[in-house]
């Protein structure tokens, strides 16, 4: 469902830089429910090529996986065909306001780096992710469980080092990511419990990739990272520019390390989950 980048293009790319990541905490989170894990319902909403359905799937009773992206949902069809003939996960394309689940009829939503990529209005507080919101409160039994898998604006300007390659772009993905505190508000608006944020500074979105630092000018590596696709195109050629210039007098890998050093304050990802009343 993203409104800037092509899925259709990076979803024969994506894993290889994108595994399932936090998947303890989403675990934990989930067997706070009243309902045994093992039990339970879950879905996966924007489920992308089924990294974090895979990672849980022989946890929980069955998994209803959307995403809107039809060949990200493909990606993930052809990697859990078994567990799909089993009737262990149920796939549907469709948006997240407007899930095709009947009310009450889950025990947990989990949504993993979703919500950036949700075309919305923040002047205005917000509205199509508190209609999201409103569509998980709708779906879940009482008493279920949402764990939402974003980032703070703070882990955006501070988490990921080549972000200073092209900041423009940061301000773009800042202007629209809700963060984890007003994202809080909309839960309870909602109907949910006050959210309880998670960050874990050792985890990274892109796992050891991340610490390639040349994957800067591999063009498989950068789609497993939306924010590439809201800089221009003049702003990619600059940054490529920079990174040859840092890379040609041996100082890439002293930029990286230098850059990432407040990760280890902030981490990159931030776990928000909370309860329906």
């Known amino acids: 469902m993203s409104s800037y980048e092509d899925y259709s293009r990076t979803s024969a790319s994506y894993d290889g830089t994108r595994p399932a990541q936090g998947v303890g905490i989403i675990r934990k989170a989930l067997s706070r429910n009243t309902v045994p894990l093992k039990s339970q319902l879950l879905l996966d ?7 974090y359905t895979t990672a849980l799937i022989n946890d929980v009773a069955q998994i209803t996986a959307i995403d809107l992206n039809q ?4 990606a993930a069809k052809e ?3 078994d567990k799909t003939v089993s009737g262990r996960i149920v796939f ?4 997240l306001d407007a899930l095709p689940i ?8 989990m949504v993993n ?17 508190q209609q999201i919101c409103n569509e998980f409160a709708r779906v879940l039994k009482p008493g279920g469980t949402v764990v939402i898998n974003s980032c703070s604006q703070a882990q955006l300007r501070s988490g990921f080092w080549f972000y200073h390659l092209i900041p423009n772009a940061v301000e773009r993905v800042c202007q629209r990511t809700c963060d984890p505190r007003v994202l809080a508000e909309l839960l309870e608006a909602a109907g949910f419990s006050r ?9 990274v979105m892109q796992d050891s990739a991340y610490f390639r630092a040349e994957g800067v000018f591999d063009p498989n590596w950068r789609s497993g990272d939306s924010i590439w696709a809201l800089a221009t195109p003049e702003e990619l050629e600059h940054a490529l520019n920079e990174a040859r210039q840092l890379a040609e007098a041996g100082e890439l890998e002293s930029f990286m390390h230098h850059h990432d050093a407040k990760r280890t304050n902030v981490g990159q990802l931030t776990f928000s989950s909370a309860q329906k009343y």
């Open 195 to 203: 959210a309880k944020r998670t960050v874990d500074p050792e985890i």
């Open 92 to 95: 549907h394309q469709a948006s």
């Open 102 to 109: 009947e009310s009450g009829s889950v025990d947990a939503v």
């Open 45 to 51: 909403a924007g489920c992308g090529t089924g990294q």
């Open 113 to 129: 780096q979703v919500l950036h990529h949700v075309a919305d209005d923040p002047q205005n507080d917000w509205p199509a992710h």
């Open 79 to 81: 990697k859990l065909q």
């Open 71 to 74: 060949a990200m949902l493909s």
